[in-house]
């Protein structure tokens, strides 16, 4: 996929949690912060040079660091964090997608996990993600 389609999906995954979050529908919420999660990365991926438009991340990679090791072993900055804070989402989100109604901390935990990783990628590309 194009960068700019990546900024594009970012944009509507960063709308749906919050209105998630407005509306306490965890499914939204957990299912937005991970897809906007993956989004996050492919475009500091992108724009590293790291990956090309016809790689696409999933999810289920973020799910253990072996899986993420195996598909992404190459080394970039911050790697580490952005591992723990995206297999953190991805240990929330089917639960959360899925799952019986979960306590509102969960939530939080989440939406906090994701705007961290969105801050750790900001800062290392020097520029805001969210303007479109």
């Known amino acids: 996929m194009k960068l700019e389609n990546h900024m594009k999906k970012l944009?509507?995954?960063i709308d749906g949690l919050e209105w998630g979050i407005r509306?306490?529908?965890?499914?939204?919420v957990g299912f937005h912060a991970s897809q906007g999660a993956i989004e996050l990365v492919?475009?500091?991926?992108?724009?590293?040079?790291?990956?090309?438009?016809?790689?696409?991340?999933?999810?289920t990679w973020?799910?253990?660091k072996r899986a993420m090791e195996e598909r992404l072993g190459f080394s970039f900055p911050c790697k580490k964090e952005i591992f723990d804070l995206?297999?953190?989402?991805?240990?929330?989100r089917n639960p959360l997608c899925y799952g019986?109604?979960?306590?509102d901390e969960s939530i939080?935990?989440?939406?906090?996990?994701?705007r961290r990783l969105k801050a750790v990628i900001?800062?290392?590309?020097?520029?805001?993600?969210?303007?479109?």
């Open 11 to 13: 944009k509507e995954h």
């Open 42 to 59: 492919s475009i500091y991926l992108h724009n590293m040079s790291l990956i090309t438009g016809d790689v696409q991340l999933k999810h």
């Open 86 to 92: 995206i297999s953190g989402i991805e240990g929330l």
């Open 122 to 132: 900001e800062k290392e590309l020097g520029e805001k993600l969210d303007q479109t």
């Open 23 to 28: 509306q306490d529908n965890h499914s939204a």
């Open 108 to 114: 939080i935990i989440i939406a906090e996990k994701f």
């Open 62 to 64: 973020f799910r253990s």
């Open 100 to 103: 019986a109604p979960k306590p």
